[in-house]
């Protein structure tokens, strides 16, 4: 590269890099996410350090931040409150060990390390215990006072506790919004048709520096403080962590993910350890700091321009990256939900390769304006799926597409509808559609539904997997050549699974209806069904109002069946299984009725003359119910051999109880 084009591509690098410090620590208002800004900001380092020629002393590599507005009083810092500087990989924490080692001729040097929070950095200033000032970093010699705001933060003590402070004491740290207090609080902007702030910094950030300290009171705003600036000779100190303990005594929230450790390898460990720990932590970070622990040390090593020597910022790789949005598709999951997914220009974040984020569903489609050709933040934390978080508007070119949800299903056609109450959208052929198959199998063949004994997930997975079973009907389609031929499958284990299946085709109405899958349709709502309908084919043809005369059975759940058994696909399957695979069982033009319709039973212990299940499917064919709690509601308890704590809670509330003789005689009057 020949000089004139170094010198313009630095001209470029620093306008750009003003820019974006102006939009981010005086605007509050970020065009980049902090990857993007390193990788500039690296790139001039390097450049400026290849030619000192061109360095100036208006370059951001000899300045920190950018310059406070106007509307605030300015601050001068008695001591500077200097960046970082940031190490991206080991070979770079290994280069600032040496050149550590190098200075001071040391074989071994015991670090601070603790979480880097992401957040706004203030200082505040105490006299005789009392806080007299807060100040933001701005650019590094002069902040910003907003001491008015910072007394509305609860977690910065007005006055310090104990009495063994220096008087003068200069308090440095960042304020920030916890991750609870932060989705609490975008929701309620949200709501209020407010500002959305993409992440906790930002909404920190915009909070702290309100011109009216009344917004920023009903803001949820936290403080931790990680070390101090100026003091007062009245007392002294030897490590950092030993300040990080006084402070903390002195009633000033430290964070609690911080360790003396002895050597460089240990900042290593501690690394790992607090990346492995990020997603679950209170709060946002972005790395972890190591600090030389000794201020003795740390006064022999002394600072930079641009930072002090003696601490760097290990980074964890970014969250949050940009890209673009080539498509907007549909994924189809195993409830049937139908989720719009960005299709994206290929982006490194979090720590790998991103193609792919969730757009959640269409009102949040809406809500963000994610179109078709949009430049957009995605954001992947630790296993977090990948997800579009904003748009960058100015970035829009004309030919952006709006997405629209489909008619049908793009996995089998089925009708797609919305149901009341919900926001998402579903594809109502939940037996017949091949992204909801797998699923819908393993249910109806459950113990509570069809109970076919031997048929496991892992071997409904080997017969999807094989094209041999699409959907519940072509399980009994299957041969015992077909099923022998499996993995891990012999002649007997076949024979065993062709004698379940053709077992199973003698059920009950209610066990058949639970069976089939219906969202929000379980055993119980199953046998009301069955006992009000009696028949198939009543429930099949019987419209929301008729449903909504079952008792238990409200709009959500009418409107759930209703759509099923609409869907032909679901029909054709149903069709499959009782005329051409036979199922039968009892039906009734009307449901029988006896004194125990409609009672609660709870079955406890061991009985002699049947297996609980076999007694709780006898009273459900007389019309009760059977739980599994014990409560004033509940009619009977029924107690076998070796009871539990549910017989003892019956007798303490009173409840009938009834042994294994009574209960037989209770079940004779109806055989």
Known sequence: MKKSEVRSRIDKLRQDINHHNHQYHVLDNPELP?????????ELVALEKNFPEFITNDSPTQRVGAKPLKQFDEVQHRLPMLSLGNAFNEAQ???????????????????????????????????????????TRGDGHQGEDVTLNARTIKSIPLRLTGNDFPAMLEVRG?????????????????????????????????????????????????????????????????????ILKRIQTWGLPVSGERKVVKDLDACFVFYKEILMQRPKLKYEIDGVVCKVNSLTLQKQLGFVSRAPRWAIAYKFPPEEEITKVLDIEIQVGRTGALTPVARLQPVFVGGVTVTNATLHNLDEIQRKDVRVGDTVYVRRAGDVIPEVVSIIKDKRPDDTRRFKMPH????????????????????????????????????????????????????????????????????YELTKEQVAGLERMGEKSAQNLIDALKQSKDTRLDRFIYGLGIREVGEATARALAQYFGTLDKIMSA????????????PVVAENISAFFQEGHNQEIIRALRDTHHFTWPEHETAASTELTGKTFVITGTLSSMSRD???????????????????????????????????????????????????QLLSKYS
């Open 34 to 42: 902090d990857s993007v800004y390193d990788r500039l900001y690296q």
């Open 93 to 135: 924490m290994e280069a600032f060990y040496q050149r550590i080692i190098d200075r001071i001729n040391a074989t071994e040097i015991e670090f601070a390390a603790e979480t880097k929070l992401d957040g706004l950095a203030i200082s505040l200033s105490y006299e005789d215990g009392k806080l007299i000032r807060a100040a």
């Open 174 to 242: 960042e304020v920030i919004m916890l991750k609870k207090d932060f989705d609490t609080f975008n929701e309620q902007q949200r709501l209020d048709d407010n500002k959305v702030f993409a992440n906790p910094r930002n909404a920190a950030a915009g909070s702290l520096r309100q011109l009216d300290p009344a917004v920023t009171a009903r803001r949820p705003l936290s403080f931790i403080a990680y070390g101090i600036g100026h003091y007062s000779d009245d007392i002294q100190f030897t490590s950092h962590s030993e």
């Open 408 to 475: 049908a299903c793009p996995e089998c056609g089925s009708a797609v509808h919305k149901f009341e109450g919900e926001v998402v959208y579903r594809c109502t052929g939940g037996l017949f559609c091949p992204a909801q198959s797998i699923q819908s199998i393993i249910h109806f063949a459950s113990r509570r539904a069809m109970d076919i004994e031997g048929l496991g997930d892992k071997l409904v997975e080997q017969l999807y997997r094989e094209g041999l079973v699409k959907n519940v009907a072509d399980l």
């Open 543 to 554: 419209d929301i109002e008729d449903l909504l005369e079952v008792p238990d059975i409200g």
């Open 614 to 664: 076999e007694a709780r499917d006898r009273l459900i064919g007389l019309g009760a119910k059977v739980t599994g709690s014990v409560s004033k509601n509940t009619d009977y308890v029924v107690v076998g051999d070796s009871p539990g704590s549910k017989a003892e809670k019956a007798e303490k509330l009173g409840l009938t109880i009834l042994n294994e003789k009574d209960f037989e």
